[in-house]
């Protein structure tokens, strides 16, 4: 226990029970030790125990639309499977955007993913501003159902294609996620493609 009186602290053990003398300030006070005791649960006494914290998340429903305010973007989705050389698929061109199938709903628990193109043939791509979102940026994802996801970005990173982070991109979460990708970066004449990916991370609003 800690006292303190007149600017003056005294710090002292008490016996397990009955009562204590104590110098408080230079005055011999006497402390009834059992009176600081927590009193006895009562038989029948209704205790408060928290519920479990419960992700908020929506049934399975497919997307068909994806709408970034900020970024002035409105494009239709549509499924992407796993290509032959054992990768997600892509768009067939800048638009539209494409959701992997074979992971959760935009809105489910895990991280729904969504890819499409910065640019396709002198065309800017349904993603080519990926990186300008920033946190608490709303994407918000039409479903099959009728209803509406909408996500808050949480963050924006940029990784080297032979750095790709899979595991925060497809793995297991706690939460219904949402990924974007697209890709960023330096554009290698010679391999025909982008450098880097730019991935999205946001998570659904309740």
Not at 2 to 21: F, H, I, K, R, T
Not at 70 to 77: K, T
Not at 98 to 121: K, N
């Amino acid at each position: 226990m800690l006292l303190s009186a007149v600017g003056v602290a005294a710090v002292c053990l008490l016996p397990a029970g009955g009562s204590a003398p104590v110098t408080v300030a230079g005055a011999l006070v006497t402390v009834d030790v059992d009176a600081l005791e927590p009193a006895p649960l009562r038989a029948g006494a209704r205790v408060a125990i928290p519920a479990p914290v419960v992700p908020v998340t929506l049934p399975r429903s497919a997307p068909v639309r994806v709408t970034i305010p900020e970024l002035g973007v409105r494009s239709a989705v549509m499924a992407l499977g796993i290509g032959e050389d054992g990768a997600m698929e892509v768009p067939p061109g800048a638009y539209p955007a494409g959701w992997f199938d074979r992971g959760p709903t935009p809105g489910e628990l895990g991280p729904a993913v969504l890819a499409g193109h910065v640019d396709w043939d002198g065309e800017t791509g349904v993603f080519g501003g990926l990186h300008r979102l920033h946190r608490g940026d709303r994407v918000l994802v039409d479903r099959a159902d009728g209803s509406t996801a909408t996500f808050a970005v949480d963050r924006v990173a940029q990784y080297a294609k032979d750095e790709f982070p899979a595991g925060s991109v497809y793995g297991d979460i706690d939460e219904a996620g949402l990924r974007l990708i697209t890709c960023g970066g330096d554009f290698d004449t010679d391999a025909d493609s982008y450098q880097d990916n730019v991935v999205v991370y946001a998570s659904l609003v309740p």
